[in-house]
């Protein structure tokens, strides 16, 4: 599944317009000496010694990322054909 940040509390360390899966976010988080919390379609990066979460993220539907790209080559098919023409 992939996720988009919603917010982030303390850490510029997420971007935000960035898609992220759930195995590089918890790579990451492993990496800041974060932990991970799956809570239905939401995914949040918790510091466990300060007890804070650090940023929320919210699941994005698979089929999205295929309409987006089925958009794309529309486009550029539809640029091709008019060069051509």
């Known amino acids: 599944m992939k996720y988009r940040l919603t917010d982030r ?9 960035k898609i992220y899966s759930e ?3 918890r ?8 932990s991970v919390v799956i809570d239905g379609p939401a995914l949040q990066v918790v ?6 979460i650090v940023a929320n993220f919210a699941a994005i539907p ?5 309409d987006r790209h089925d958009a794309q ?5 539809a640029a091709l054909k008019v060069k051509v023409f």
Do not use: C, M, P, V
């Open 27 to 34: 790579w990451l988080a492993k990496r800041r000496g974060l």
């Open 23 to 25: 195995k590089d976010l």
């Open 62 to 66: 698979d089929t999205l990322e295929h």
């Open 73 to 77: 080559r529309i486009q550029a098919y």
């Open 47 to 52: 510091d466990a010694r300060l007890n804070k």
């Open 9 to 17: 509390e303390f850490s510029r360390a997420w971007r935000r317009n």
